[in-house]
């Protein structure tokens, strides 16, 4: 038969008596909802259509958690992607709205059996797939708008389970394809459909509508078209990020921000607000400061580094990202040990490295305390030498280190700022400077690059956090893209 009621334990869909998990959305009583819905109505109407009470008061009966909302008029399910309402939010993943399909079959006998198939919006409804499921055999026929009108009192956008069980004069059999009962989009991991008005919206949890209203569930759909760009799963469901930090932690702090910062921009309008950013880990470890003398510590530093990555990758994130340049020195032991975890490393040398070289830079200058800028054996960077960057002295690296410990103190941002770019001016002569002191990277937090300025600034952590913000959502974060 293929097809398993969700009164009974489903192996194949996972599905238990009564759901296996709290619901998404917390039942609350009938007259609680709709005192909240009543907030929506026009200066013209005096309470809820009846459609949507009836909607409304099913729900609540079963037990249901949901959310009734208004909205502009959605006559189809690509309409819904546009206009329903969601969380402070217009317009859903097309995955996210559920789909209703109602149909006859005549058998060969004259009986006929009336049938509803449920899925998801981005999916379509195979008859032959629901023919197998519901061993149902003989003429087929989809309700045309003035059947639906006679025997549910819906029209094509109105119609939806609670309403076709309670308004049927004849015995209906519900079923749904179980890509219902598992989220796409893992927060907030709820489906929406129409409240059997073409105004109203209802959100709820589809596992627990399906579980506690005892319908069936079978695999009745099949793949229909390729989502928009902004629909694919990764840019619903950002990949979660570690940041290890901790000499000092206000990098770590910056380059969140700076993740967060590229995500919004990157989604625009797309963007759901928290929904839309990564979920991120922070390990801020104070032996990170171990670094500042890392030819002497560098076995201590790298056993502090070495717990952070195993407790992320314990943690179950999927990016690491390493807000300390002096520690990038253990860079290729950092990759494979994550790689060993099924983790990806993304490497703040390698990003920068590959920067310069993709937009052909080479009149540049490195600043970075002494181990990292003099691109020794003990830097991260040594590998820049080949592009033969500028020279600098060691007195001119020590005014910059000075300005990287006065940033703390500072009460004034702008103050650092305009410091580090007289000294800037006054000690490099290359057209091109990289920040590489996460210290100073502070100084340049929301500070777009001005073409016209005789020395560009590249900041490292700056690009670090697109590449980490990109690489989260799925997007490529190769130099090309920053």
Not at 48 to 74: D, K, M, Q, W, Y
Not at 121 to 132: M, N, Q
Not at 227 to 240: C, K, M, T
Not at 454 to 465: E, R
Request: glycine letters at 8%.
């Amino acid at each position: 038969m293929g097809v398993c009621r969700t009164s009974d334990l489903c192996k194949g869909d996972k599905l238990m008596a009564g759901g296996s998990t709290a619901s998404k959305i917390r039942a609350i009583a009938s007259e609680k909802t709709e005192a909240y819905a009543l907030s929506f109505l026009k200066e013209n109407e005096a309470g809820l259509p009846e459609e949507v009470s009836s909607c409304a008061s099913f729900l609540s009966e079963h037990g249901i958690g949901f959310i009734l909302s208004r909205n502009h008029r959605v006559g189809s399910c690509r309409e819904a992607r546009t206009y329903r309402y969601r969380l402070g939010h217009v317009g859903i993943p097309l995955c996210d709205e559920l789909k209703s399909l109602v149909c006859s079959f005549t058998r060969t006998d004259g009986t006929k059996t009336l049938l509803a198939a449920h899925c998801r919006a981005d999916l379509e409804i195979s008859i032959e797939k629901l023919k197998a499921a519901t061993d149902t055999e003989g003429l087929f026929e989809i309700l045309d708008e003035d059947a639906l009108a006679e025997r549910f009192s819906s029209t094509y956008g109105t119609v939806n389970p609670m309403l076709l069980e309670t308004s049927s004069r004849e015995k209906i059999r519900q079923v749904f394809d179980p890509g219902v009962m598992t989220p796409q989009v893992l927060q907030p991991g709820t489906m929406m459909t129409n409240a059997g008005h073409h105004e109203w919206g209802v959100e709820f949890d589809a596992a627990d509508l399906v579980s506690k209203s005892g319908w069936e569930v079978a695999d009745i759909a099949i793949a229909s078209q390729d989502p928009h760009q902004h629909e694919v799963l990764p840019r619903l469901n950002p990949r979660s990020i570690g940041i290890i930090t901790g000499n000092g932690p206000d990098s770590g702090m910056a380059l969140w921000k700076q993740v967060n910062n590229t995500v919004l921009e990157t989604l625009g309008q797309r963007f759901l607000g928290d929904l839309s950013l990564p979920e991120v880990h922070i390990v801020s470890k104070p032996g990170m400061g171990l670094s500042m003398e890392l030819e002497a510590r560098r076995d201590n530093t790298w056993q502090v580094i070495e717990e952070a990555v195993i407790a992320l990758c314990a943690d179950g994130v999927k990016l690491i990202g390493l807000a300390c340049h002096t520690t990038h020195f253990f860079a290729p032991r950092i990759k494979e040990l994550a790689k060993g975890h099924g983790v990806t490393f993304v490497s703040m040398v390698d990003i920068v490295t590959d920067y310069l070289r993709h937009h052909k830079i080479e009149d540049f200058a490195l600043l970075g305390i002494p181990h990292v800028a003099e691109l020794g054996d003990w830097s991260g960077y040594h590998e820049l030498q080949k592009l033969s960057p500028e020279q600098l002295e060691k007195e001119t690296l020590g005014r910059f280190l000075e300005l990287g410990y006065l940033v703390k103190q500072m009460q004034s941002p702008e103050k650092g700022f305009q410091r580090l770019r007289s000294l800037i001016r006054r000690e490099i002569k290359s057209k091109h400077v990289v920040i590489a002191l996460t210290e100073l990277s502070i100084l340049l937090e929301g500070r777009k690059r001005q073409k016209n300025e005789d020395v560009q600034i590249i900041d490292a952590l700056s690009l670090y956090g697109r590449a980490l913000g990109r690489a989260s959502i799925g997007l490529p974060w190769q130099a090309e893209h920053l």
